[in-house]
């Protein structure tokens, strides 16, 4: 009787123990919970399709009388600091130099992503960016006036034939390193600039002729293989859905 008397009492001894222990997890768990929340803020991030036009292309336009050129551009936001993103655009070009009067026009489209390297504070979603695109550009090449030089001019002067001559189906490939900002200056408006590098890929060239202006490309110097670009952005953010952005507070 007395074993059976000690062994309950052991049996609910463990009992209990056990219920503490359970009792005293959940209240930590419970603790740990109201911690995360207390010292967490989270904000709603906006996920969708932004798009705007180049501004620097129409004042180019309007400013020079040698110079026709209109961009759209678009990015698309995948995660937190991931876009899609492209550019779409026209050029007519009118480039004069002393001895030659060359027109290229064409269009062309880049596409390719952008990483934001800048840690946003708080709910702003601001840029600072690094991005690759693939650029690809058809255009033709009309010789409006070229002079033929002699180097011999005490006896024969330059000639400068009257014919024209156009060059159709051109074509060339590029890869190009962009950087960036873009700000959030009123709610879903955002104005930025960027900064291109291009390399030339491959190109489709007339065979007594050069591509001296290629549009999206922009000039091309003693048949380089690089170019550079720049662009003034606005554009607008269309929302599409929003995920959380979790920050922790600061004491």
């Known amino acids: 009787m007395k074993k059976q008397h000690t062994s309950i009492s052991i049996i609910s001894l463990v009992f209990l123990m056990l219920c503490s222990i359970t009792s005293f997890s959940q209240n930590t768990s419970e603790q740990e919970d109201s911690k995360t929340s207390n010292d967490t803020l989270v904000f709603k991030q906006k996920y969708g399709l932004r798009l705007g036009i180049d501004l620097s292309k129409p004042v180019r336009s309007f400013l020079d009388d040698d110079y026709t050129g209109f961009e759209i551009n678009a990015d698309y936001r995948l995660t937190k600091r991931l876009y899609l993103a492209g550019e779409l655009g026209t050029e007519e070009n009118n480039l004069v130099t002393d001895y030659l009067d060359v027109t290229s026009k064409g269009s ?85 600039l960027n900064l291109q590098l291009k390399g030339l890929v491959s190109e489709n060239a007339p065979s007594d002729f050069e591509n001296l202006y290629i549009p999206g490309f922009n000039r091309t110097y003693d048949s380089g293989r690089f170019g550079i670009g720049f662009g003034y952005n606005i554009s607008y953010l269309i929302p599409i859905y929003k995920k959380d952005k979790k920050v922790a507070k600061e004491d």
Not at 120 to 140: H, K
Request: charged share 15%; no cysteine.
């Open 108 to 192: 062309y489209f880049k596409a390719g992503v952008d990483y934001n390297m800048y840690l946003n504070w708080l709910d702003m979603e601001n840029m600072i960016y690094g991005g690759l695109r693939a650029g690809v550009s058809t255009f033709s090449q009309t010789l409006n006036n070229y002079t033929i030089y002699n180097p011999d001019q005490y006896w024969n002067e330059p000639f400068s034939p009257s014919d024209t001559k156009e060059f159709d189906g051109l074509s060339a490939i590029w890869a190009e390193l962009i950087i960036g900002i873009k700000a959030e200056t009123l709610n879903n408006l955002y104005v930025g």
